[in-house]
Structure formats: C-alpha cells, structure tokens
C-alpha cells in the first residue's frame, strides 16, 4: 500500500525549519517560523517560567492522567486572561474551555466537533491566512471558504471587500478571524471595525472562531482581546483557540486551550460534553506540564507581574526590530515604501517579497522567510540587521 505514495511537500513554515537546519552557511537566518529571539538570537525560557517549573517539580508526585478536558484551574485561569478578571461569560457558566495540546490542538478540536455535530458548516478563513488552517479543516473534513482580507494598495486591512464577502455567508457558516497580530499579515482591524465586524457576525448568524495565538504581543494583554470582547458582545455563542506557544515562550510543551462560548450554562455543559469525546477519540487527554506553568504563573502574584514584564519587552523589542528594518532599508538605497511595517502588528510582517525574491534570499543569501512574504520580525536582532536589509537591498 504504501509503496503507491508519492512525496508530500515540505510544510511551508515548519519544513522551513529543516531546510534551515541543513543548510551550512554560518551566516544563514531564519525569519520562517514564528519564533520569539533576543537580542542575542537566542529563544530562552522566560524567568516566570522558569521559575513556576521550579516549584511544579519540587511539588509535583504523580504522572497521573489529566481529566479528558484537563485541569479546571487551568480553564479558569485561560478564561480569566482572555475575557478579563469577574467577566458574566465566566461567573454566569456560559464558557467552558478544555486544554489542548497547542492551538492546533485546540483548532483541530474545534473543526472536528463542528464537523460532527453542524455537517454543513462551512469555514471562512482570510485570505491570506496562518499556512496551516485551511489543511486543519479540511482534514477533518471541513469544506473551506475565504474571505479577502489584506489591501495590497494600502497594506492595511480591505474591511469592505471582507463584510461584502461575509454578508454572502449563510447563517450557521463559521468566521474563523485572528484575535491579534494576524498572520501573516501584521494587520488587525481596529476597534471600530471589529465592532463593525461583531455586528455582521451577528446579523448573519455566523459563529466566530477566533484564532488567539498571539496575546500580548500586538499592543497589549488586555488591548489585543478588545476585538474578542467586541464579538462577545454581539455573539450568543463562539469558540477561541488559544495558544501560549508566543507569549509564555512554551513552543514545545504544546499549551493551549478552546473556549466555547454558549448562550446559556446549561448549552454550554452539554457542548463540553461533545468536546470531550471529541478530545478522548483524538489524543485521549492533554499533556500536562506546559499547562501547569501557565496556571501557576498566573495564578500568583509575583510570577503574573514578571510574565507580564516579559510579554512587554517580548512586544517592544519587536517594535523596536520593525523601525530599526524599515530604517536600515531606507540606509541601504531601498525606494521601495517599507514604512507600513511599523504600522503593522504582532510577530510578523506581510512584506510584499515576491515568490522570485523569497526564493533569490534564501538561494544566495540563506535567509530563510515563508513563501508568501511573510517575514518573522520577532527573529530580527542589531546583529543580523545589515546582512539582512543587504541582502533584501540586491533582490530587490
Ligand atoms: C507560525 O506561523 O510560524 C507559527 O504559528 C508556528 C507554526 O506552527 O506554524
């Protein structure tokens, strides 16, 4: 049987990374996967991590299985960061959410309990959107439509190319929209237009699922969940997959969550029961560790207000890497109008690289950056700066 399969292609983000790996030069850089660097290019473990670890091993006695949906102050400390401390969602039971083993967890959780339980629901996702959401949903045998989303004559968001497309959604169709820092694109609606947005999500009936991978990173904790707040208001009911890959630095301990939001507690207890089963068909029960730091970190005082100093030296050094680039080009002879990437948001920036460019950069110069365009802003150091605004300056 297996003998009939040909090769699949290289995941375009993370097939980035073993290409990067392989490759010799020692001046290679790797703008391709959303990782966090410093200063120095490392991705250290951040102190209120590290310290929240410290204590989970000194306490911890058992290797235990986790309940199917995970540890319930794990729920309660997910929601209480996305929706804000003594929210109604939360003290009136209307969400619910379930550990899962990253955001794709979480987004692969979503699509099959919509899949089993609203067959003919399809996804819309933005276009261009996250390389690996269309293949989640379609997977689980989701059909996939998009919607336009970025204005390549403003490099800003096209919000009324994207309502008319929504507008011709049929009601019970699902929106998956990004909370923040959209990717690839950097560009988020601002809070008048995702008002606007939460209310043609609701006029229309549609369920958002919101893609929240990136809190704290855009302009702040509580800042980059006013869009989810907005939906809030307006939905009866909604999921959220959260990730804590970015901004607890837990890339590989796969901590996240999905949230669902129902009009009634009731509705929403019966909904994590079809999770459930959902989750324990897919990977039986979460793992646990990643998520126990999380809980701990933001379950104490101290810990919370040294994470929340790291996400915001996390988000200023980005903004910092956005001018220092947009600046280097301009020092490097660049004509080319780059000055919308301090505008844009989060880790990444659609940088208008074409396929020829992106490909001529990683030939002749080992920079590595995802085919779309998309470069990771958050890998961009003082060191690497010159080489790359170079390079980027003769592709050109
Ligand atoms: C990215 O977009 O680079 C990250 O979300 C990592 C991934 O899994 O693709």
Request: one cysteine or more.
């Amino acid at each position: 049987m297996f003998e009939q399969l040909t090769m699949a292609p290289p995941d375009p983000i993370l097939g980035l990374t073993e290409a990067f790996k392989k490759d010799p030069n020692p001046h290679k850089i790797n703008l391709g996967v959303g990782v966090y660097k410093d200063e120095k290019g490392d991705t250290p473990i951040l102190k209120s991590v590290a310290q929240a670890r410290q204590r989970i091993l000194a306490g911890e006695t058992t290797k235990n299985y986790l309940a199917i949906d995970g540890s319930p102050e794990y729920s309660r400390a997910v929601q209480e960061l996305l929706f804000g401390p003594g929210h109604p969602l939360q003290s009136s039971g209307r969400a619910v959410a379930v550990q899962a083993p990253g955001g794709t967890g979480a987004l692969r959780v979503a699509a099959d309990f919509l899949h089993q339980h609203f067959p003919g629901a399809r996804v819309w996702i933005s276009e261009p959107t996250w390389a690996n959401h269309a293949q989640i949903f379609r997977l689980a045998g989701i059909q996939v439509q998009t919607y336009p989303y970025f204005d390549t004559h403003t490099n800003g968001l096209g919000l009324e190319a994207m309502c008319q497309a929504l507008d011709s959604a049929p009601a019970g169709d699902v929106v998956l929209l990004h909370g923040c820092c959209h990717n690839p694109t950097g560009v988020d609606p601002e809070p008048e237009q995702w008002r606007r947005l939460a209310e043609l999500v609701a006029a229309r009936r549609l369920l958002p699922l919101v893609d929240f991978a990136y809190q704290g990173l855009g302009r702040g904790l509580r800042e980059d969940a006013e869009g989810l707040l907005s939906l809030c208001a307006t939905a009866p009911e909604l999921l959220v997959a959260s990730s804590f890959s970015k901004n607890f630095g837990l890339y590989n301990e796969r901590a996240g969550a999905l949230t669902l939001v129902a009009p009634a507690a009731e509705a929403a207890l019966q909904a994590l029961s079809h999770l459930k089963i959902c989750i324990r068909a897919n990977y039986s029960n979460p793992p646990a560790h990643g998520a126990a730091i999380i809980t701990a970190v933001l379950q104490d005082t101290q810990l919370r207000r040294e994470w929340e100093g790291e996400v915001q030296a996390m988000r200023q050094r980005i903004a910092q890497m956005r001018s220092l680039f947009v600046e280097t080009l301009r020092q490097k002879g660049v004509k080319r109008d780059f000055s919308f990437i301090e505008r844009q948001r989060g880790m990444f920036s659609f940088s208008g690289l074409n396929k020829e460019q992106v490909e001529a950069l990683r030939q002749r110069h080992a920079i590595y950056i995802v085919g779309g365009g998309r470069i990771n802003v958050a890998g961009m150091t003082r060191q690497n700066m010159e080489a790359l605004c170079s390079a980027i300056a003769q592709v050109l």
